[in-house]
């Protein structure tokens, strides 16, 4: 029951991508383009998600478990370092080049486009990297 | 600055991003999770699997299953990549890598972190931003 859920919330999800225009690529340049013709749409994509998700996390912030039972678990970790910093500044740089980042990746990977698929397979070879790498760090030395 | 008017689509954005919002209020409400996608993906690709892996793999498929559906009431809209081949492998790369050490990519900082008013989000949120409005500056004006 749960998992027919979370195809529904996902697929609700990829929806959103698609009607906001943050699935289009060309417009997440145009808005990440400020010196260039600048599309403001995204502002109002981030504003309405923002709006709507203000509501939704205030709403769980006394209760414990969801309502297919499982704790409810939200981010425990809340300090910054330099992973946090490093990573976002990596994968803003990533996003500036393509104008994709993961939810609109795995969106243009289902309408097919060629150039979805290989974006998602370089995608998932990054995050693979970022496995490896996290074990043979957490080796002992 | 000069905006592009033939392009801003402001009703269509504040819908769709409405939605996203509801997606990531329901994934909370009704999984107990955080609707990064990052994180969902990522989570996947862990050595032992790891608990959870049934809803990721799902919801994962309800995001590829969205352009589909959504052909089959309306017209998709059109989408363009202009990146090249070579530049979109690096993007990929950088992306995927990037958003798994960082904890996180534009929906689990920028919608949910957001959101809750997490400060580590915002400063995720923020950094990858910058570099995201430097990178397409350079991309654009100066290669």
């Given at each position: 029951m749960n998992l027919l859920f979370s195809f529904a919330i996902g697929l609700l999800f990829g929806i959103g991508l698609i009607i906001s225009g943050m699935a289009n690529p060309a417009k997440v340049i145009g808005f990440l383009d400020l010196a260039g013709l600048w599309n403001p749409s995204l502002v109002f994509v981030m504003g309405g998600a923002i709006a709507v998700g203000v509501v939704g996390f205030s709403l769980v912030r006394h209760k414990s478990r969801a309502w297919f039972g499982d704790a409810i678990q939200l981010p425990t970790v809340h300090h910054i370092d330099t992973h946090l910093v490093l990573g976002a500044a990596?994968?803003?740089?990533?996003?500036g080049i393509a104008g994709i980042c993961p939810g609109p990746a795995l969106v243009l990977l289902g309408t097919g486009a060629g150039k979805g698929i290989v974006f998602v397979l370089a995608?998932?070879?990054g995050m693979l990297a970022f496995e490896l790498w996290e074990r043979i760090s957490k080796r002992p030395h | 600055m000069t905006i592009d008017f033939i392009q801003f689509t402001p009703w269509?954005?504040?819908?769709?991003?409405?939605l996203i919002g509801l997606s990531a209020a329901l994934t909370i409400h009704g999984l107990g999770r955080i609707a990064g996608i990052s994180g969902?993906?990522?989570?996947?690709?862990?050595?032992?699997?790891?608990?959870?892996?049934?809803?990721r793999l799902t919801f994962i498929a309800g995001l590829v299953a969205a352009p589909l559906t959504y052909s089959a009431f309306s017209t998709l809209p059109q989408t363009r990549i202009e990146a090249g081949w070579a530049a979109l492998i690096l993007a990929g790369l950088l992306v995927g890598f990037g958003s798994r050490l960082g904890s996180g990519c534009t929906s689990g900082h920028g919608v949910c972190g957001l959101s809750r008013l997490s400060l580590r989000s915002l400063v995720a949120t923020l950094t990858f931003m910058a570099t995201g409005f430097i990178t397409t500056f350079v991309m654009q004006h100066l290669l």
């Amino acid at each position: 029951m749960n998992l027919l859920f979370s195809f529904a919330i996902g697929l609700l999800f990829g929806i959103g991508l698609i009607i906001s225009g943050m699935a289009n690529p060309a417009k997440v340049i145009g808005f990440l383009d400020l010196a260039g013709l600048w599309n403001p749409s995204l502002v109002f994509v981030m504003g309405g998600a923002i709006a709507v998700g203000v509501v939704g996390f205030s709403l769980v912030r006394h209760k414990s478990r969801a309502w297919f039972g499982d704790a409810i678990q939200l981010p425990t970790v809340h300090h910054i370092d330099t992973h946090l910093v490093l990573g976002a500044a990596l994968f803003g740089i990533g996003w500036g080049i393509a104008g994709i980042c993961p939810g609109p990746a795995l969106v243009l990977l289902g309408t097919g486009a060629g150039k979805g698929i290989v974006f998602v397979l370089a995608m998932l070879v990054g995050m693979l990297a970022f496995e490896l790498w996290e074990r043979i760090s957490k080796r002992p030395h | 600055m000069t905006i592009d008017f033939i392009q801003f689509t402001p009703w269509h954005s504040l819908f769709g991003g409405m939605l996203i919002g509801l997606s990531a209020a329901l994934t909370i409400h009704g999984l107990g999770r955080i609707a990064g996608i990052s994180g969902i993906l990522g989570g996947l690709l862990k050595p032992v699997a790891s608990p959870g892996f049934g809803w990721r793999l799902t919801f994962i498929a309800g995001l590829v299953a969205a352009p589909l559906t959504y052909s089959a009431f309306s017209t998709l809209p059109q989408t363009r990549i202009e990146a090249g081949w070579a530049a979109l492998i690096l993007a990929g790369l950088l992306v995927g890598f990037g958003s798994r050490l960082g904890s996180g990519c534009t929906s689990g900082h920028g919608v949910c972190g957001l959101s809750r008013l997490s400060l580590r989000s915002l400063v995720a949120t923020l950094t990858f931003m910058a570099t995201g409005f430097i990178t397409t500056f350079v991309m654009q004006h100066l290669l």
